[in-house]
């Protein structure tokens, strides 16, 4: 295990906010988690695991101890005539892993190629991007408990996905740390493209393999958020879900908003479009801003404090709670 103190986090994080940790602890193993079960490590508070650092707002500095994964190694742990199930280390940068399949030709994760974190992350959030989602593939989740030292493996059944979340989230879960995820890919694959421009981009490949829908999906991603030297945290709001009556009342001011129906009765609104809407796409206050070419996405312009973000996100969220009466929720979290 690496312990470090007094640590600088802006290496630790995208959004590049230049907090710092008074404890790092950074995981390699099972028996290192073992040791911070134990003094003087299981006596320091608060404690926040941490994986990719790609949905963490850091607002001041953080004076507990930060849990870091650093657990790699993919392992097959069963494989049939059509599926092959990986088990991965929490600590793997997530792309990674998804150009590991896609290099095998294994199905099930590459329309989410190159969203930023790690393996770990995945399943807190249940990352999704065009008409794929984390859940879709996980079959199970090991994670240690600091409180107990003790090793428990969720089935996917077990794990309450739904739109970016999971029991991962709930403070039943708070003191365990996640070491592996396992997937099961598909060895016989047929490409999801109904989402968006992924049809359209894909048409300029000469198949529909997994490797030309990473292609497509990266060629889309990079067209429409920012380069990673932007300090960012992917969508910083979710997409709200509204009520039949909220709808119809949006509609006869909006004709044209574009919506996604969930259910009778729930409706999936884009933020980025009522951000827009709202008059705020592409707008900077100091070194904090909405993306020009997709609002949903708060940007570090330069050095902005974590404070200046989230400050900047109050008045995006009042902006369109006003002309909407929609708050917006975010999708990062906020430390
Ligand atoms: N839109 C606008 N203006 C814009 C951009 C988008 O009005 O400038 C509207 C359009 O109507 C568009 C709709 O918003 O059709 C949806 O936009 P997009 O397809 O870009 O997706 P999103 O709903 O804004 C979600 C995820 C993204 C994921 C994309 C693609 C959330 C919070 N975000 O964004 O995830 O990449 O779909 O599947 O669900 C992330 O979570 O960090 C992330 C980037």
């Known amino acids: 295990m690496i312990i470090k103190q007094n640590v600088s986090l ?11 940790a008074k404890v790092l602890a950074i995981i390699e193993n099972l028996p290192d988690l073992e040791t911070l079960c134990n003094p003087p490590y299981s006596t320091i ?9 790609s949905n963490l707002l850091f607002t ?5 101890i930060i849990v870091h994964s650093q657990i790699k190694g993919i392992e097959k742990v069963f494989e049939s005539e059509s599926e092959t199930w990986l088990k991965a280390g929490s600590g793997i940068i997530w792309d990674d892993f998804v150009a590991y399949c896609v290099k095998l030709g294994l199905g099930g994760v590459e329309n989410l190629s190159d969203i930023p974190g790690c393996v770990g992350s995945a399943p807190v959030q249940n990352i999704g991007a065009y008409g ?12 240690h408990n600091l409180a107990t030292n003790e090793t428990l493996v969720l089935k996917n059944s077990e794990c309450q996905f739904g739109y970016r979340d999971s029991i991962f989230k709930t403070p039943g879960f708070r003191n365990c740390f996640i070491t592996h995820v396992t997937f099961c890919l598909k060895k016989q694959y047929e490409a999801v493209s109904h989402y968006g421009t992924i049809e359209q981009e894909l048409e300029k490949f000469a198949d529909r393999s997994v490797r030309s829908v990473r292609r497509a999906v990266i060629n889309i991603r990079r067209n429409k958020l920012p380069p990673a030297e932007l300090g960012s945290a992917g969508s910083f709001f979710k997409n709200p879900v509204v009520g039949n009556e909220k709808y119809a009342a949006l509609l006869e001011n909006y004709p044209e908003m574009p919506v996604y129906k969930l259910t009778e009765g729930e ?11 709202a008059g705020l796409k592409g707008i900077k206050h100091n070194n904090a801003g909405t993306y020009i070419k997709q609002p949903l996405v708060i940007v570090n312009y330069g050095k ?7 400050d900047f996100s109050y008045f995006i969220r009042q902006k369109v709670y006003e002309q909407f009466k929609i708050m917006l929720e975010p999708e990062v979290n906020f430390v």
């Open 267 to 277: 409706y999936k609104i884009p933020a980025a479009w009522l951000i827009e809407k």
């Open 132 to 143: 794929m989602e984390a859940k879709d593939t996980i079959v199970e989740v090991q994670c």
């Open 304 to 310: 902005a404090s974590g404070k200046e973000i989230a």
């Open 10 to 20: 802006l290496a630790y994080n995208t959004f590049k906010i230049d907090a710092t």
């Open 45 to 53: 508070f608060p404690r926040l695991f941490m994986g990719g650092g």
């Open 60 to 64: 001041h500095n953080y004076e507990g």
